[in-house]
């Protein structure tokens, strides 16, 4: 307790000083001088005693007890002695003006520097976390490995080996928003794509048994449904086109 209290003692010292200081006080120059000399005192006996190299805190955590803090506290004493025989300097407004500039700008800078170095620990923590995947329920939608008519409706000329069908619905605010993504697929080279609205194409949905949008299914050449989920991000439609492809690939194999 006795411990803290004196911690907490030199620490309100030390800024009542500083302010002084600040304040362009002589007195204070003076105290804080002597306080300083008082410390490199400390420091030196606790050196000589074989605790060089210990933890003192006075600097910053990394700060230790040695010759070289002794050292550091001298030349500061001696500098806040020297401190009121220096010619006192009166900053015009001009002054004044350029160094809250200058603080800003550097503030500015700090900041940039930053953000800047949050953005890469944040890319890092995006790479480093694995990729959610559309949700692929058995209970929805239709089961994989189900043919269905549906294939009938693309156009799987060329080199198109996959067709995607997107559930969509007029009142589905999240549809509206991935629409330019999903259009996207549309000029995937193997990917024949396919929007199927809740209205206009309702017997589609009673036919899969849509859960609700927005939804896709994935099939291959034959119609055999190979991946399906409800889906919210770009990366989790991929993630159907995806798990389709694999699955072709290891039928392929079999």
Same mark, same amino acid.
């Given at each position: 307790m006795?411990?803290?209290?004196a911690w907490?003692?030199?620490?309100?010292?030390?800024?009542?000083l500083?302010a002084?200081?600040?304040l362009?006080s002589?007195?204070?120059?003076?105290?804080a001088?002597v306080?300083?000399?008082?410390?490199?005192?400390a420091?030196?006996?606790a050196?000589?005693?074989?605790?060089?190299?210990q933890?003192?805190g006075?600097?910053?955590p990394?700060?230790?007890?040695?010759?070289?803090?002794?050292?550091?506290n001298?030349?500061?004493?001696?500098?806040f002695l020297a401190l009121?025989?220096?010619?006192?300097?009166?900053?015009? @407004? /001009? %002054? =004044?003006? *350029?160094?809250?500039?200058? $603080?800003?700008?550097? #503030? !500015? +800078?700090?900041?940039t520097?930053?953000?800047?170095?949050?953005?890469?620990?944040?890319?890092?923590?995006?790479?480093?976390?694995?990729?959610?995947?559309?949700l692929?329920l058995?209970?929805?939608?239709?089961?994989l490995?189900?043919h269905?008519?549906?294939?009938?409706?693309?156009?799987?000329?060329?080199?198109?080996?996959?067709?995607?069908?997107?559930f969509?619905?007029p009142?589905c605010?999240l549809?509206?928003?991935?629409a330019?993504a999903?259009?996207?697929?549309?000029?995937?080279?193997?990917?024949?794509?396919?929007?199927f609205?809740e209205?206009?194409? @309702? /017997? %589609? =949905?009673? *036919?899969l048994?849509?859960? $609700?949008?927005?939804? #896709? !299914? +994935?099939?291959d050449r034959d119609?055999v449904?190979?991946?399906?989920?409800?889906?919210?991000s770009?990366?989790q439609?991929?993630?159907?086109l995806?798990?389709?492809e694999?699955?072709?690939?290891?039928?392929?194999?079999a």
């Amino acid at each position: 307790m006795l411990r803290w209290a004196a911690w907490g003692a030199a620490a309100t010292s030390e800024l009542v000083l500083a302010a002084g200081v600040a304040l362009g006080s002589a007195p204070a120059a003076y105290v804080a001088a002597v306080l300083l000399a008082a410390f490199a005192a400390a420091l030196a006996v606790a050196t000589r005693r074989g605790a060089a190299g210990q933890p003192c805190g006075c600097f910053g955590p990394r700060s230790t007890v040695g010759w070289r803090a002794v050292t550091r506290n001298l030349v500061l004493a001696a500098a806040f002695l020297a401190l009121p025989a220096l010619p006192q300097v009166s900053l015009s @407004a /001009d %002054a =004044w003006l *350029a160094i809250g500039l200058g $603080g800003l700008l550097a #503030a !500015v +800078a700090g900041l940039t520097v930053a953000v800047l170095a949050l953005a890469r620990e944040v890319g890092v923590l995006r790479l480093q976390l694995a990729p959610q995947g559309a949700l692929e329920l058995a209970h929805e939608g239709p089961a994989l490995g189900e043919h269905t008519s549906l294939i009938d409706r693309f156009r799987l000329d060329g080199r198109k080996e996959l067709a995607l069908a997107v559930f969509s619905s007029p009142a589905c605010h999240l549809c509206r928003s991935l629409a330019p993504a999903v259009a996207a697929f549309g000029r995937h080279p193997i990917v024949s794509l396919r929007v199927f609205d809740e209205e206009q194409d @309702a /017997d %589609a =949905w009673s *036919a899969l048994r849509v859960p $609700g949008s927005p939804f #896709a !299914v +994935a099939l291959d050449r034959d119609g055999v449904v190979r991946a399906k989920g409800t889906f919210n991000s770009f990366g989790q439609l991929e993630s159907v086109l995806a798990t389709a492809e694999q699955r072709v690939f290891e039928g392929a194999r079999a």
